[in-house]
């Protein structure tokens, strides 16, 4: 994966760099979902962070490690293979161009639709003409595995914050029309231009998730950082056994700012390829998002004005990566 084409070179003015950091922050919680205090030490990250790392979370490592060698087989391909299952619309295969917004990266990747009612791009599929069962299958198995764990760190989470029913945020995502996506992520490694100035170049720019909630899993590659509330940016010990979870914009509203969406990106690494894999975890298109009444305080007032998913969607896709997209629903916003 090391060998870089002109064209490359000459898109490398356009990705971002950034200083490297030497140390990895020590202070990222780490919750063990078998343990009955899993859910208070949840709410109190998800206050502190908007982040944490789940253990003994019940994902057979066999499905991950299967997904990751399927997709570095795809990642492997002559790039005028893979580029037949692109340009992503959104679903599909991209590179360097993060959405439509003049966003890149020093990343490829692979984005699909969960939901089994809206068929991926036949693109896709083609490029796995050879084995395609074996791909999806390893695809269908891991999101399916990851989702069910995602639905019980949400109900955790509502009993954590003393709210019903305890399904009040999971059925969201189990509702057969839940709008959740996947996405493969590949970062390859970059020796030679980082050599030139002694800096990272930037896979995937600062942003936040503007889903419900996301779980990534990626090999034993370092690169992910998240922003910290004083505007720190500390690198996350990679672990490629565990989940890290992000609260996403869309729950920062349903508790009323009480969580918060976590800033984070993604730095390529120096010498190793990084393969991410995560799983976003969204609401039907036509659920209305606002502040959950059960969480309300008397006389508690909204922060945000209510909106619903496809709403939300439609603003963020428009966006830029760093934007506050939150900031347009905002009540106090100051505009």
């Given at each position: ?45 998800c ?7 789940v ?28 580029d ?48 395609p ?5 390893a695809?269908?198995n ?16 509502a ?30 490694p ?44 500390v ?16 729950l ?31 609401s039907?298109?036509?659920e ?46 100051g505009?």
């Amino acid at each position: 994966m090391g060998v870089l084409s002109q064209p490359v070179v000459d898109n490398f003015s356009l990705i971002k760099t950034c200083k490297p950091t030497s140390s990895f922050f020590t202070g990222i919680p780490v919750i063990d979902l078998s343990r009955p205090e899993a859910k208070t030490l949840m709410v109190g990250a998800c206050q502190e962070f908007g982040f944490f790392k789940v253990v003994n979370h019940g994902v057979p490592m066999e499905f991950m490690t299967r997904l990751e060698a399927e997709a570095v087989k795809f990642f492997n391909l002559p790039q005028s293979e893979k580029d037949k299952a692109g340009p992503p619309n959104p679903f599909g295969y991209g590179n360097k161009k993060i959405g439509p917004n003049g966003d890149v990266g020093w990343i490829e990747y692979l984005l699909f639709i969960t939901n089994p009612e809206v068929n991926n791009s036949h693109k896709s599929l083609s490029i796995f003409r050879e084995n395609p069962e074996i791909f999806w299958s390893a695809v269908n198995n891991y999101v399916a595995a990851v989702k069910n764990m995602v639905c019980e760190v949400l109900e955790l989470i509502a009993d954590g914050l003393k709210i019903g029913p305890r399904n009040v945020l999971s059925r969201l995502l189990r509702d057969e029309r839940s709008d959740s996506c996947f996405r493969l992520n590949h970062y390859p490694p970059c020796p030679e231009l980082q050599a030139l100035n002694g800096r990272n170049l930037i896979g995937f720019g600062e942003h936040t998730d503007p889903q419900i909630i996301s779980a990534a899993r990626s090999n034993n590659t370092s690169g992910l950082q998240i922003s910290l509330r004083d505007g720190t940016w500390v690198s996350v010990p990679p672990d490629q056994y565990s989940f890290f979870i992000n609260v996403g914009d869309s729950l920062q509203v349903m508790t009323n700012g009480r969580f918060r969406s976590v800033r984070h990106r993604v730095l390529a690494d120096s010498l190793k390829s990084r393969v991410s894999m995560i799983y976003f975890g969204g609401s039907p298109l036509s659920e209305k998002i606002g502040p959950l009444s059960s969480l309300m305080e008397e006389g508690e007032e909204s922060l945000y004005k209510e909106f619903t998913w496809r709403e939300y969607k439609s603003s963020a896709y428009k966006s830029r990566l760093g934007d506050n997209r939150l900031g347009l629903f905002e009540k106090t916003s100051g505009h």
